[in-house]
Nanobody
Framework: EVHIVESGGGLVQAGGSLRLSCSAS????????IGWFRQAPGKEREGISF????????YYADAIKGRATISSDNARTTVTLQMNRLKPEDTAVYYC??????????????????????WGRGTLVTVST
């Protein structure tokens, strides 16, 4: 059974930083991506980052590029998203998801979240002014 758990959300002042963590297990993709999505109140889900199991190559959406770094452990099943210089518009529930790599690439870049079937429950990030 696929098990995905996010942690690290919380309340932070604008300009501050936090680190989100995703632990994923129970899947058997040869090549996979672990990605981060977020959904702000009243808005659609937004893909913001993923990392590849092949070589740890990373993708960042424009909304967070330059302010975030995604990384993984040696097993490439625990992923950290370090977010800096946070803005109020970063406020959202942040979801971790896993899929085969091709599916992750397609889904996160096109916000085609329906293509991804394994999600965590999310962790809330609130950025105050």
């Amino acid at each position: 059974e696929v098990h995905i758990v996010e942690s690290g959300g919380g309340l932070v002042q604008a300009g501050g930083s936090l680190r989100l963590s995703c632990s994923a297990s129970g899947f058997s993709f040869a090549d996979y991506g672990i990605g981060w999505f977020r959904q702000a109140p009243g808005k659609e889900r937004e893909g913001i980052s993923f990392i590849s199991s092949i070589d740890s190559s990373a993708y960042y959406a424009d909304a967070i590029k330059g302010r975030a770094t995604i990384s993984s452990d040696n097993a490439r099943t625990t992923v950290t998203l370090q977010m800096n210089r946070l803005k109020p518009e970063d406020t959202a529930v942040y979801y971790c998801a896993v899929a085969d790599l091709a599916t992750m690439i397609n889904a996160i870049m096109g916000e085609n979240y329906d293509a991804i079937h394994h999600w965590g429950r999310g962790t809330l990030v609130t950025v105050s002014t």
